[in-house]
């Protein structure tokens, strides 16, 4: 039965990336950056907020402190300023100068590329990480955040899986390595404009017609 079902996960995947290899062949983060440092920052403010928010404040914060050393040097409550209207913006302004201070310090003011040095960072955990290696610099990887974890439940492209890393370990065995980083992007807009939390779009999904939870 479990392998049965497993066969099942494997045949949603292989569908639902063969669609987005025709529909969607090079999808981008709609987060707004030009460098590392400015996808990390942007990255980190985006937890638990939406990536217009935080592309209205990331202009003038960006303006105000163009590098990691520049910020390093500011205080909370100066970075509070640009980014009060985020979710959680005091704890968020606390891990943006403390980032900034480690890059400096430790990094030589660059983001590191590997993700040991990445999780080492105030506030960056091991999604935020994948999001800054993939896109950053093209290391393979995954990226489950809550929209991801939902749709590869809904889809059945993952089994039983309990945590978003069970999620992530599910999706790298099914997928593709080459697709990895833009596997990340399809699913997060899929669950962002269509599989939404709650009363997802089923009539406009191309996956309706086999979808193991319609209207869930």
Not at 138 to 148: E, K, L, Y
Request: positive net charge; hydrophobic residues 40%; proline residues 7%.
């Amino acid at each position: 039965m479990i392998e049965n079902e497993a066969f099942s996960c494997q045949e949603n995947t292989d569908r639902v990336c063969h669609y987005f290899r025709e529909v969607m062949p090079a999808p981008i983060s709609e987060l707004e950056y030009r460098t590392p440092y400015e996808l990390l920052v942007a990255v980190v403010l985006s937890a638990q907020c939406t990536d217009v928010r935080v592309n209205k404040v990331t202009p003038a914060l960006f303006r105000k402190y163009p590098t990691p050393s520049m910020l390093a040097k500011a205080s909370e409550e100066e970075v509070l300023e640009y980014i009060a209207s985020c979710s959680y913006p005091n704890t968020k302004a606390k891990y943006l100068v403390g980032i900034a201070k480690m890059l400096v310090e430790r990094f030589h003011g660059r983001v590191p590329a590997s993700r040991e040095a990445l999780e080492s960072l105030p506030g960056v955990g091991r999604k935020s990480a994948s999001v800054v290696l993939s896109i950053s610099f093209g290391v393979p990887a995954i990226a489950v955040d809550t929209h991801v974890h939902r749709v590869a439940a809904r889809l059945g492209l993952a089994l039983n899986a309990r945590t978003p890393e069970d999620t992530e370990r599910q999706l790298m065995s099914r997928i593709p390595r080459e697709d990895w980083g833009r596997a990340h992007h399809w699913l997060i807009l899929h669950g962002r404009y269509i599989c939404i939390a709650r009363k997802p779009k089923c009539c406009q999904c191309p996956f309706a017609s086999w979808c193991p939870r319609v209207g869930v």
